[in-house]
């Protein structure tokens, strides 16, 4: 699968206020963009780098085995695990030690050994991020994973770098209606709620969907100005990840690149002709098929005039075996003389 905007080459830059949305200028769309897109390499990727984040945990290695418990052997018609010592009290004789025991160990218990870290291979991450981006910039995608985009001017949506100075909280979000965005971040704020689990009880309590991520290529206070608003994200286009760009491996987040950084995104993953300036002897992964319409080519008369013609197998009538003493037409066939004795 091609990215659609493989067919627009140039993307128009919007300025960030104003009495107008209209282009105050063009940029080249970058090669990323027309990268192969592989729902099933994001998935592969994001499952095993999302894994690098986890914590060990484990289970004391005395729990449930720190009582005085034996064994009272056979004969007296009850169960041969440890049970209790001592008397004169509703805990003794009661089963302890074993996994099936109340206040017992648990079975198989959790190690901190355990292994927790992935490692997936450099090209693989490239390759799984690439799609990622080019993801970005189809619309139909954007809009199925969810995002509020139907008022935004085109995708990918490329702004000027003036996004990159502004420092309150209240000039971001005079940028967002203004571009078209809100709806996304007020689509958040009605999403969140309290989380299902025991992660209510850890500090993460709340949980939401996420909403547009702001790519950016220098820090003149865009950080402080997105940060509280729900869903929002911003990453330096030097540090993109697929966690960032493919929550939960899901392709197409609505993004919102600043001028400089989208001008960059050639530099860091080069084209089809050439390689990368910042990724030693990388180069952008080409598509395995330039045209996927399989049945235009299958149909074409290049492929058509090299195809032998169809084989037509020759298909015998299934012949049924039958009694001739008990039928009279094929007692005929086999035997005329016997058949005439038989019917005198």
């Known amino acids: 699968m091609i990215g659609k905007t493989a067919t627009r080459p140039m993307i128009g830059v919007r300025p960030i ?38 914590q060990s945990y484990a289970v004391k290695s005395t729990a449930g085995e720190w009582l005085t418990a034996h064994s009272w052997g056979t004969g007296r018609a009850m169960a041969r695990l440890a049970r209790v010592s001592g008397s004169g009290t509703g805990r003794n004789g009661q089963g302890a030690l074993s996994s099936m025991a109340r206040g017992g160990r648990m079975f198989a218990p959790t190690k901190v050994w355990r292994k927790w870290n992935r490692k997936v291979n450099t090209n693989l991450r490239r390759y799984a991020i690439c799609s990622a981006i080019a993801a970005t910039g189809v619309a139909s995608i954007v809009m199925a994973r969810g995002h509020k985009i139907a008022k935004i001017p085109e995708v990918p949506l490329v702004v000027s770098d003036a996004l990159e100075s502004i420092k309150k909280t209240k000039e971001a979000e005079k940028f967002l209606e203004f571009i078209g965005a809100l709806r996304d971040v007020e689509k958040v704020k009605d999403t969140k709620r309290v989380r299902a689990g025991q992660g209510k009880m850890r500090n993460r309590k709340y949980v939401t969907k996420r909403g547009p991520l702001i790519i950016y290529s220098k820090n003149d206070g865009i950080k402080l100005a997105f940060r509280n608003l729900p869903g929002v994200e911003t990453c330096n286009v030097n540090k993109l990840n697929l966690l960032s760009l493919a929550p939960g491996a899901h392709l197409g987040r609505f993004c919102i690149f600043t001028e400089s950084a989208f001008k960059m995104l050639d530099d860091i993953y ?37 195809l032998n013609g169809p084989k037509h197998h020759r298909v015998r009538a299934k012949v049924t075996k039958k009694n001739p003493f008990t039928n009279k037409p094929i007692m005929k066939n086999l035997n005329p003389l016997l058949f005439e004795k038989m019917k005198n």
């Open 17 to 54: 206020s104003g009495e107008t949305k209209e282009p105050i200028g063009e940029v080249k769309l970058p090669a990323v963009f027309t990268a192969p897109i592989r729902p099933y390499l994001v998935r592969f990727v994001h499952t095993n780098i999302a894994k690098n984040r986890r």
């Open 270 to 306: 080069g084209t089809w002709e050439e390689l990368s300036k910042q990724k030693t002897g990388y180069k952008l992964p080409e598509p395995t098929m330039v045209n996927t319409d399989l049945e235009r080519l299958i149909n074409s008369d290049e492929i058509q005039s090299a």
